[in-house]
């Protein structure tokens, strides 16, 4: 185990799979009770700091090639991933949310969800806001918070545009977004946060906007 956390992502890629495989069908996926789960998702990653723990959280629930069942390290940072290659994920992330102990504050969670969109190295933020969403409302909305009241006004705006992307290639409704940029403005304290909040938000549209098309017309 230490090897895997430690090494480089992919450097040993038959013992990265023996230790998903390990720990998918020994001790998580068999139990009826979600409680049992989390119990023991929890043993396998509390002894680690959260860098490693967000690696193995990625071992273990992350995309995995359908040739030959290894992990694809590369899938979040080359190209937008599909439920399909995040359910695992962000059915990993409610587990310890919602596991009712004290090992896991939501604080402990968002920490999680920070680090593991570095892993191996920054996702595509189309990926990050997909898997937030597939989280649930509480935890999307307790990220969005945690960037609000920590002075990350703007990244929040560029990740709200994002939320906006994905409701509208996955054809959800986009009064979600709406509602949870409403619900995240009654973070901030005064007026004047919240309208600089909301001017971020439009210039965060115009940028990726004009991103977007600078890609069409490279022919990227």
């Known amino acids: 185990m230490q090897m895997v956390v430690c090494s480089k992502p992919g450097s040993a890629r038959k013992l990265e799979l ?4 390990f720990c998918r069908n020994v001790l998580l996926d068999h139990w009826t009770h979600q409680s049992d789960s989390a119990f023991w998702l929890t ?4 002894p680690w700091p959260m860098v490693n ?3 193995l959280l990625y071992i273990i629930f992350g995309p995995i ?3 030959d069942g290894q992990v694809i390290w590369q899938k979040m940072i080359e190209e937008p991933a599909d439920e399909f290659n995040l359910k695992g994920l962000a059915d990993a992330i409610k587990l310890l949310y919602d596991s009712g102990t004290k090992e896991w504050t939501a604080d402990d969670v968002i920490s999680l969800v920070d680090e593991l969109s570095v892993v191996p190295h920054e996702w595509l ?3 990050n806001a997909r898997l937030l969403m597939l989280t649930g409302n509480n935890i999307c909305l307790t990220f969005m918070a945690s960037k609000a009241v920590n002075g990350r006004a703007i990244e929040l705006a560029r990740f709200i545009v994002f939320l906006a992307l994905v409701c509208e290639k996955e054809l959800y409704c986009m009064d979600w977004t709406v509602k949870m940029m409403q619900r995240v403005c009654k973070v ?6 919240r309208n600089n909040f909301l001017q971020n938000v439009a210039n965060a549209f115009a940028c990726v906007t004009m991103e977007m098309l600078q890609s069409i017309m490279s022919g990227e």
């Open 43 to 46: 043993r396998i990653l509390k």
């Open 53 to 55: 723990q967000a690696r």
């Open 18 to 21: 023996r230790i998903r495989l």
């Open 65 to 67: 090639s359908p040739q």
């Open 125 to 127: 933020l189309e990926n």
């Open 188 to 193: 901030f304290s005064t007026p004047v946060e």
